[in-house]
């Protein structure tokens, strides 16, 4: 008999505890009981935030670190990301211990066929006051990348920032050339609002930030081709 979702008996619920605490972010891994099959099932664990079309936004959890950690150290992924130190173990954990959750909501994104996190989403920065916030966003998993993914992620993030938060007005600044980032964002509606010249030094040279915005009345009157 397969048990797949929920445990049938105690010693089941230990094994699954048990792998949940030395195994983290391991979902899928199948374990043998006698003649039952266990599977540790992402979906049993971890809260769905939103929900979109091909894939849902979770709370980031401490067990995903390890595989952020990959992203953000990866040449590739890293290569339009302001950071230029690398990312260990010590300081990944501080930061995000450390993090004020009411002014930074961060949100992995997860495919829901198979619950594989590809990627993070958030909004920083939030100024409750003037209802303002930064967007930002990486697709870690470079197979996932340039398939409208990021575009999905980006419409369920706006949605909540304007529709739940009540937030005004969103942000974004992108180093120049990162071609990817700036069609996602124009193609939610963000207008690219100035430049900071020569802000960046890049591949070889100096290059400028470019700052985009995006306006609660902006997105709500977006026609309908656009969404
Ligand atoms: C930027 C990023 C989040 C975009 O996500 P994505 O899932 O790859 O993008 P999407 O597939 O949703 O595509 C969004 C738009 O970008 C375009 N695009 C995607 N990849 C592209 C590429 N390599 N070259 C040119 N355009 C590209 C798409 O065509 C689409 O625009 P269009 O519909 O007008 O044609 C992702 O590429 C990424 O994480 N990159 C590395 C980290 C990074 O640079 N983050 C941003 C820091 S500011």
Redesign the pocket.
């Known amino acids: 008999m397969a048990d797949r979702q929920g445990s049938c008996c105690r010693k089941c619920e230990l094994i699954r505890h048990t792998a949940r605490q030395t195994l983290p972010g391991r979902q899928g891994l199948m374990f043998s009981v006698g003649r039952k099959v266990i599977v540790m099932s992402e979906k049993a664990d971890r809260p769905v935030f939103l929900s979109g079309e091909r894939l849902s936004l979770r709370p980031l959890e401490e067990s995903d670190l390890e595989r952020c950690r990959r992203w953000l150290n990866n040449p590739e992924?890293r290569r339009?990301?302001k950071r230029r130190y690398p990312l260990d173990a010590v300081e990944e954990a501080e930061w995000f211990r450390s993090r004020d959750r009411s002014s930074d909501i961060l949100l992995a994104i997860v495919l829901k066929d198979g619950e594989r996190h590809i990627?993070n989403i958030g909004l920083h920065r939030i100024d409750w006051p003037h209802r303002c916030a930064q967007t930002?966003?990486?697709?870690g998993e470079a197979d996932c990348?340039?398939?409208?993914?990021?575009?999905e992620a980006k419409e369920l993030l706006l949605g909540y920032a304007f529709t739940d938060l009540g937030l005004h007005r969103v942000g974004?600044s992108?180093i120049d050339g990162?071609?990817?980032?700036i069609?996602?964002l124009l193609?939610s509606g963000y207008r690219e609002e100035g430049r900071r010249r020569k802000r960046w030094w890049h591949e070889g040279r100096f290059v400028d930030e470019v700052e985009f915005g995006l306006l609660a009345e902006e997105w709500f009157l977006r026609p309908a081709s656009e969404t």
């Open positions: 992924a339009f990301l990627g930002g966003m990486i697709i990348r340039g398939q409208g993914l990021g575009h974004s992108v990162n071609t990817p980032s069609r996602c193609k």
